[in-house]
């Protein structure tokens, strides 16, 4: 059930920035799963499927589609952000000033604006995912922290997960990576089960799809494995022509052989974010195919061969 957008009441408890909450989840770990989707992420994957997760603070989404043409978004707006064009609204977003009050999204009747993005205190998210304490007991669950990229809001999370033992309920946190050394090994002890998305060997390809090498990443890697290696699960993106080639996946189950990680998961890649890139104002990248069953067989085919328990996220 997916609840984003939701308005919780604020506190004085810690603080973070959530852009959806999903209870009743049955993958991103094991058993039935609340999953908090915490903003903010340092990559920037060519195949993204949650770009409003980029960004760290609150954004205006704008559903074109729900759009009825009344213009009361223009009228509301402080900044004069919102403009007619051809009788739709258009929002120049070099002149929002994301207005504390987000005007806009609540001028429009048709909830046509939503914001990416809401604050949640660290008390409202604990109580919120306590409300399905006995599905976890009962199911092997848990909570699942992704993103963006969790660890982008750190002090958050590390209370969060901590909040979350406190209640013992089991933990998963799903990450690039890309993330201190310091943070990692805070949030180790905290955690059951990292979902570690490793996408590209090649560190200059790397940069190339994501923004970043993947130095950093490799390294925190290591590090965990080092400690607890049966808490990874390796998972993989699988976009052909992007991470599907034989020399990324030959590396790969290398790497996930040496590191003795848990298990590889395959994340066939798939188009369902694309149309959010249009409604928080970037480019849609360009759209590669979808994996063919065949190319995933072929995949897990290379990695048990390496003796590495595989399968589909
Ligand atoms: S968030 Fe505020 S400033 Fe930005 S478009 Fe909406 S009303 Fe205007
Ligand atoms: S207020 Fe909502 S429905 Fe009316 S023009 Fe703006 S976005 Fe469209």
Redesign the pocket.
């Known amino acids: 059930m997916k609840v984003g957008g939701a308005q919780p009441p604020l506190s004085s408890s810690p603080k973070g920035r959530i852009f959806d909450i999903q209870h009743y989840a049955v993958h991103d770990g094991p058993g039935i799963r609340t999953l908090v989707f915490l903003k903010g992420c340092p990559l920037a994957c060519a195949w993204c499927a949650n770009p409003e997760s980029r960004r760290s603070d609150r954004e205006v989404r704008?559903i074109l589609a729900?759009?009825?043409?009344?213009?009361?978004?223009?009228g509301a707006c402080p900044s004069g952000a919102?403009a007619e064009t051809e009788g739709?609204?258009r929002l120049d977003r070099r002149r929002c000033a994301m207005c504390g009050g987000f005007e806009?999204v609540a001028?429009?009747?048709?909830h046509?604006?939503i914001i990416a993005g809401e604050e949640w205190s660290l008390d409202d998210l604990i109580a919120r995912v306590a409300k399905d304490i006995d599905f976890y007991r009962n199911s092997g669950g848990g909570v699942t922290f992704s993103g963006g990229e969790p660890f982008a809001q750190a002090e958050f999370l590390l209370a969060a997960l901590a909040g979350c033992k406190r209640l013992g309920i089991p933990t998963a946190v799903e990450t690039c990576g890309q993330a201190a050394r310091a943070d990692i090994l805070a949030a180790e002890p905290l955690v059951d089960l990292f979902l570690f998305d490793f996408k590209v060997v090649d560190s200059a390809r790397h940069r190339k799809l994501t923004g970043a090498d993947n130095g950093v990443i490799l390294d925190n890697l290591r590090f965990l494995a080092d400690r607890a290696p049966g808490k990874i699960v390796l998972r993989l993106p699988v976009v052909p022509g992007l991470t599907d080639d034989e020399n990324n996946i030959g590396a790969i189950a290398a790497l996930a052989a040496e590191l003795r990680v848990a298990r590889v998961e395959l994340c066939p890649y798939h188009p369902l974010g694309r149309p959010k890139y249009a409604e928080i104002g970037l480019p849609e990248p360009p759209d590669p195919p979808q994996p063919l069953p065949a190319e995933l067989l072929r995949i897990a085919g290379v990695l048990e061969t390496r003796g590495i328990r595989c399968g589909p996220a």
């Open positions: 704008q729900r759009c009825r043409s009344c213009l009361r978004c223009a919102i739709r609204p806009c001028a429009c009747p048709e046509a604006l």
